[in-house]
């Protein structure tokens, strides 16, 4: 049962002093999420209480945690003693699983024949999206490739497609990680929607996206965590880590998974409160940096770029709070020669998204560390600092704690149009010339295209 589960945990804390998601083995029957509840709480100026008062529960999962809040999940048996600790919450999801059922993967084949738009409706299984970049390389064939950095621990191709311009491949490289986590299912349909807008702008003559693809390469890579988000699928929809067992002398030998985000070479161990040491953590580092295989080839790909062309952008996609953050993440009060430049540029894609969205969806933006909490080990700070990004952030997409990673359909394609905006401006201000601190809709008019 679910709840002994967590409370068999309670002794291998979070950083935060959260217990630790369970481990689940593949032979496992799917988890079921019926009637669990997940909270929002408001923690500004009072987590240490917060967390106290937590403790007397037998179990509960972290979710997320920023600044002001806590979301937690509470098994069925436990909403009416937490709901009893006089918290300041609200409910995100009255009933999880039902939740979760709302958002299982639709064939909607016939209906993407005649509107290629309709893709992004609802979410998809792994192997369509498999076949979603193949058909994104047919559309584009003269000025594509599929790429890959490697295997998964289970043996799945990490793809990818690679995009550019006239002239043919070679100019400095504008990178996507997505599906870094496994539970965050939004990040693949708002990459697959930023490409399709790249192929089908540059196909249709579109000024400005023909823009893009004349200065900058485009290699992007919708599952970086390929094993995970299958699992997410079939077993467990909030598994977050891979699928790659801890080393047989660990204390913990039978939790799964490492955290791909903190298992970058740059900042490993640079901060306690970044990762973890302990295999059952949900920010589990693994043994030694780069000891996945994921990142082991993502790593490789990058210095392979970075020799050849040189990274511009680095981007790593995630979700949720709605964040555009740079580095470091695991160092709190250390921040990039680039600073100024990054907060000038996140000001404007946040104006941008705010402005091009009917529900006015904001971002926050900062230094990673910050902004949000530690992350050691994490790709924005190694692919800047080891790969030489000139331009390295994580976004954080939709939404801000109504629904967290168990987003609606129905918002899939709100989120990928809005970021499409944002990044429009983004890839505008790469090259510097086009940068000097005015507002986005002036960033357009200098190259004497349209907005749309």
Partial sequence: MRLLLLASLLAAPLLTGVAALPSRQDEEATVSYS?????????????????????????????????????????????????GLGLDYRVMHQDLGTSISAESPVANK????????????TYHNYEDHIQYFRDLHDAFPNNSEMVSSGKSYQGRDIFGIHLWGPGGPGKPAVL????????????????????LQLINGYNAGNNQTKSFLDRYDYY????????????????DRLWRKNRQPPPSDAANATCLGRDINRNWEHGWDSNPRGSSTNPCSQTYRGAAPGDSPENAGLDAFVRQVRDRQGIKLYIDW??????????????????????????????MISETIRDSSDAATTYTFGGSGATLYATSGSA?????????????????????????FVL??????????????????????????????????????????AAA
């Fill in 408 to 449: 609606p359909p129905e918002q899939i394609r709100p989120a990928a149009e809005e970021m499409w905006a944002g990044q429009r401006v983004l890839f505008s201000l790469l090259d510097e010339t086009f940068f000097d601190g005015v507002g986005a809709a002036q960033v357009y008019q200098q190259q004497g295209v």
């Fill in 176 to 195: 996507y990680h997505g599906t870094v986590h496994a539970r965050e299912w939004i990040t693949a349909p708002v990459v697959e929607y930023i490409t």
């Fill in 380 to 404: 924005p700070d190694h692919v800047y600092s080891v790969g030489r990004a000139e331009w390295s952030f994580t976004i954080e997409l939709r939404d801000t704690g109504r629904f967290g």
């Fill in 110 to 121: 016939k209906k993407r024949q005649d509107d290629p738009l309709a893709w992004f409706e």
């Fill in 318 to 347: 995630h979700s949720y709070g709605q964040y555009l953050l740079f580095p470091f993440g695991y160092a709190e009060t250390l921040y990039a020669p680039e600073l100024g430049k990054w907060t000038k540029a996140a000001s």
């Fill in 220 to 235: 992007i890579f919708p599952f970086v965590n390929p094993d995970g988000f299958v699992y997410t699928q079939t077993t």
């Fill in 35 to 83: 009637g669990f509840k997940v909270y929002r709480i408001n923690t500004l100026g009072r987590t240490p209480e917060v967390q106290d008062k937590l403790s007397a529960l037998s179990s509960y999962e972290q979710w997320h945690q920023d600044a002001g809040h806590l979301d937690v999940l509470i098994a069925p048996d436990e909403a009416a003693a937490f709901e």
